[in-house]
């Protein structure tokens, strides 16, 4: 069998093209990150997905969690990292890996593993949701591998049920999910702040009902698995597409968590 790489869709559009230009960019968003304090031993992260620009910022808030945690490790290598994410350019019901052996974006190539996943190339081909991702995870991890999971609804426990075995303390599961979309900033940050709430209190039944997010699936899968392992929520960041474009009138929020157990 032929071993292919997945060629990044986005790059020069949701984040620079180049490769030194990406370095620098990234490293300026993680340095101006505080001294991460932590609570734990990390397992999970919820992070944005959109352009550079408008959620780098937010994103970097929780890699610097991940950071200190490869950091930390006994060894360096050999991470892991269950990318979830929601299906935007196809339609979806359950979770699906890529058939690819690696993932490129300008800082270099990934491989991937796949767990006995179904296997669709095409709902990843041209998803921006993970591959924004890896910049990020490039620089702050020194040897990685990453599963790809992109899913619209599906349920949250038997998913649950599917990624527990596989978070060993080498494994992070990384959500990709902004928040909501296209209202007013003030409506906007009322909503948000709801979904906020409810995310890092583990209200899932208060998520379900009224959570905002593109990757709502996925973030209930990692809700669900913190109920049953006993993971705390710890709410990092948050910020709006309006507080980098000025433009108010509809806007797209981006919010950051960290999970300990």
């Known amino acids: 069998m032929e071993l ?4 990044p869709a986005v790059a020069g559009l949701f984040y620079p093209g180049n490769r030194k230009l990406l370095h620098k960019k990234v490293k300026t968003y993680l340095d101006e990150v505080p001294e991460v304090d932590e609570n734990g031993t990390l397992k999970a992260i919820i992070v944005p997905h959109a352009g550079f620009a408008y ?3 937010v994103a970097a808030c929780a890699f610097a969690h991940l950071r200190k945690w490869n950091a930390e490790r006994e060894h360096s290598r050999n991470a892991r990292i269950i990318l979830f ?5 196809m339609s979806v019901k ?3 890996t890529d058939g690819n052996a690696w993932w490129k974006t300008p800082l270099g190539e990934v491989p991937v593993f796949a767990e006995g996943y179904t296997i669709s ?7 921006h ?8 995870l490039q620089e702050v991890l020194e040897d990685f591998m990453i599963l790809p999971l992109v899913c619209g609804k599906t349920d949250p426990e038997k998913c649950a049920d599917r990624l527990i075995p596989l978070l060993d303390e080498d ?4 959500i990709s999910s902004d928040l909501s979309h296209y209202h007013d900033d003030h409506t906007a940050r009322l909503l948000d702040m709801a979904t906020i709430n409810a995310i890092r209190n583990l209200d899932i039944s208060k998520f379900s ?3 905002d997010a593109c990757g709502k699936a996925a973030i209930l899968v990692v809700m669900a698995i913190a109920k049953r392992l006993g993971w705390n929520c710890r709410f990092l960041e948050y910020r709006n597409s309006g507080d980098t474009s000025g433009q108010l009138d509809s806007v797209v929020g981006y919010a950051s968590f960290a999970f300990y157990g």
Not at 4 to 7: A, G, H, I, Q
Not at 121 to 127: M, N, P, T, Y
Not at 129 to 136: A, G, K, N, S, T
Not at 171 to 174: A, P, Q, R, V
């Open 4 to 7: 292919t790489t997945r060629k």
């Open 55 to 57: 959620s780098g910022k």
């Open 85 to 89: 994410g929601p299906a935007h350019t």
């Open 94 to 96: 359950e979770p699906v």
């Open 121 to 127: 190339s095409e709902a990843h081909k041209d998803e």
């Open 129 to 136: 949701c993970l591959e924004v991702e890896l910049p990020f």
């Open 171 to 174: 494994t992070i599961l990384l």
């Open 209 to 211: 009902n009224q959570g």
